[in-house]
């Protein structure tokens, strides 16, 4: 169980109170009265035999209505967020969600934190678990993960549940979860053809196609796309494929099967000096030339979702997954990795009345099981030579939960939750790697509150653990390859925020401070980029994070019922994370996240379906780059500019410019212990381009 907040000694820090939280959430909780049988408001489980419905993939309303039961800061985020922009990335998609920090590399790769999860991971992904539909795994066992395999055409909407918010996917990573949604051929009919173009030689095709017909329903979508990219080195070839079946024949039974497909070569450029990021960013790292550095990846994903409404009150869904994955990974040496990926998921929900008192009851198990061929050899100009590491590493990690809404009266209720994580990391080591394992074993308990306060607006808080178990890479010294003893990084988190939606206004605003102990951090980095991971003491991760939207004016020409608007976006995220009385770096802030980042955006909407407005991303201070903080970025601002068409007919546009002034600036890093003033750590953002789309559904 993680620890609990003790003093310590040392200069004092700032730091979000903790005691306010604690007394806030005593306050809502004195007060109380039966709920009788007749008023009790029980949550959904219901059936609905439309043909736009489907029992295994939620509607976006339905997944909003399961957000505004989490006691923490979650959030929905829909297709219209991104469909009329050049969207190839998870920084396209969540952009606007506050709390998530995502930035670009190269290709579609994003460095991609919440609430400072991953600091130390200076490629591919830890710290946040991803999911297709709820479903299909997107990490690997042992919790890695990659975002080439993310198509945002895809998906219908997404669900990002930040921290310990994702107890009902078995999620208990720091970050949280993110579940990507795909349609069903029953929300989706229709034929639908989409191309967009622009600047770096980029295109993009795809089409998708969805239907039903009584009992059975299909949906099917495809995307190719090419880019030379805007930095040397670092254009990519990719072909995704996703789609799903189902079979309704009652109102209360219906299973789906799932399957993803990807094939992806794209090259990398690499990090470079500060100099050179800011003044000549297309540059690429001349080890990535001279080694082309590549990241290729072919991968296939199939799964089964079955939900039975057994009754009035109960609702079982089973699962099971499977995947193939094969990473072609030219770096400092060449990886040649095959993942296969097994596992399942049981999950049971109940409603009903306890002592006259409405009550939602979720519990279930997921497990995943990984083994991955790990073949590494030396690069002879990015070309295979002798063999350097060969091993069979073996990944389990299985999570029963459950999560309990206890409706004191029918606007406010109390959750209680607790997950148990026991998980496996082996390796069978057969050239030059060592054969060990490591066991891990977690309980990570949860309560807090939700309370209605009508007329949409919500206030919430928790007090919440989160577990995270090292990957192979953090486990992996590649100096002397051995499997390290580490422990498993815990945070307890302490939470208090609001969300709300009418009409012409939405918020959601959290406050959070997370205790973490044995963090998973970079300790030092190899010429080639490679950290060495250990755990540290105790760090704290605080802030605030605040999404707003609304519309500023109305009838600025169009009058009526249906009037123009002037639609205000803004999202800011204040990230304090630092070091507790570290025995060598002291109260130092941690590395790799800006403290300050703004989206704002000013769009006009016309009721023909016409729309155009600025935005601006803006970091206002640099940020550390290594622990000792002695080396750190430069500020930014970036202004942006979109316009298009899009009346919710058969036929769409859009135009989107980007970096307007043509801006030179670092958009993300990686992480070291100490930087010296020409360490290769940082990644230039894109300059100015322009792109264009049309989409139209038949």
Request: aromatic content about 12%; some cysteine; charged content about 15%.
């Amino acid at each position: 169980m993680p620890h609990s907040s003790r003093a310590r000694s040392g200069a004092p820090r700032r730091r979000l109170s903790s005691t306010l939280l604690l007394s806030s959430t005593a306050l809502f909780v004195v007060f109380s009265s039966p709920v009788a049988a007749q008023d009790a408001t029980l949550p959904e489980v219901q059936v609905d035999g439309g043909a736009g419905s489907s029992l295994t993939v939620a509607s976006e309303a339905q997944a909003r209505a399961a957000i505004e039961r989490t006691p923490g800061g979650a959030e929905v985020v829909s297709e219209q967020a991104w469909q009329d922009t050049r969207a190839t990335t998870v920084k396209d998609m969540l952009d606007f969600v506050p709390g998530v920090f995502a930035q670009t590399k190269w290709g579609e790769d994003t460095r991609l934190s919440i609430r400072g999860s991953g600091i130390a991971r200076n490629a591919h992904l830890r710290g946040i678990q991803l999911f297709q539909d709820g479903v299909i795994p997107l990490n690997t066992a042992d919790g890695s993960g990659d975002f080439q395999e993310i198509d945002p055409t895809a998906y219908k909407y997404v669900e990002v549940f930040k921290g310990a918010n994702g107890y009902q996917l078995g999620a208990n990573a720091l970050g949280g979860a993110i579940n990507f949604v795909t349609p069903t051929g029953r929300d989706a009919p229709g034929v639908t053809v989409r191309m967009d173009a622009g600047s770096w030689d980029f295109f993009r095709l795809q089409s998708s196609a969805g239907g039903y017909q009584g009992a059975f329903d299909a949906f099917v979508t495809a995307s190719a796309l090419t880019a030379q990219g805007f930095r040397q080195h670092s254009a990519g070839d990719s072909i995704r494929a996703s789609g799903n079946i189902g079979w309704r024949p009652t109102e209360a039974f219906e299973t789906r099967f799932f399957f993803n497909a990807n094939d992806i070569e794209q090259q990398i450029p690499g990090a470079v000096t500060k100099t050179a990021a800011l003044t000549d960013p297309q540059a690429a790292n001349p080890t990535n030339l001279k080694l082309d550095y590549q990241r290729n990846i072919q991968s296939v994903r199939l799964a089964n979702k079955t939900t039975w409404v057994m009754s009035d009150n109960t609702k079982l869904e089973l699962g099971l997954f499977g995947s193939d994955k094969d990473l072609n990974h030219p770096i400092f040496q060449i990886l040649n990795y095959d993942y296969l990926t097994f596992g399942g998921f049981a999950r049971v929900v109940d409603e009903r009345l306890i002592g006259g008192y409405a009550n939602r009851l979720t519990a279930g198990v997921t497990t995943a099981i990984g083994s991955t061929d790990a073949q590494r050899y030396a690069s002879i100009g990015g070309n295979e030579g002798a063999l350097t590491f060969f091993a069979d590493e073996d990944a389990t990690t299985t999570t029963f939960y459950a999560e309990d809404n206890f409706y004191l009266t029918k606007d406010f209720s109390l959750v209680g939750a607790f997950q148990y994580l026991t998980a496996t990391r082996d390796r069978e080591g057969f050239y030059k790697a060592a054969t060990g394992s490591q066991d891990y074993n977690l309980f990570l308990p949860k309560g807090g509150f939700v309370w209605d306060l009508g007329g949409g607006a919500q206030l919430y808080g928790n007090i919440s653990n989160s577990g995270e178990v090292p990957t192979f890479s953090e486990l992996t010294n590649f100096a002397s390859i051995i499997l390290s003893n580490l422990k498993a990084q815990t945070a307890t988190t302490y939470e208090l925020g609001s969300r709300g939606r009418t009409e012409d206004f939405s918020w959601d605003v959290s406050l959070y401070r997370s205790n973490v102990q044995n963090e998973l951090q970079c300790n030092a980095t190899t010429v080639s980029g490679v950290c060495t991971v250990v755990n540290l003491g105790y760090t704290v991760h605080q802030g605030v994070e605040a999404g707003f939207g609304g519309t500023l004016w109305k009838g600025l020409w169009e009058k009526g019922p249906a009037p123009d608007k002037l639609w205000f976006n803004f999202a800011y995220t204040y990230s304090d994370f630092f070091f507790d009385n570290d025995p060598v770096w002291g109260n130092n802030q941690l590395p790799g996240i800006p403290p300050h980042y703004f989206r704002v955006e000013l769009l006009y909407k016309h009721p023909s379906g016409f729309y155009a407005g600025p935005n601006v991303e803006w970091v206002p201070v640099p940020y550390y780059v290594d622990n000792a903080n002695t080396l750190n970025t430069a500020a930014y601002a970036l202004l942006n500019f979109r316009l298009g068409y899009d009346n919710g007919g058969p036929f769409s546009a859009y135009i989107d410019a980007r970096n307007l002034f043509d801006t030179a600036y670092i958009a993300t890093v990686s992480v070291t212990a100490v930087a010296a003033q020409n360490s290769a750590l940082f990644e230039p953002g894109s300059g100015r381009a322009v792109y264009a789309g049309v989409r139209y559904t038949f």
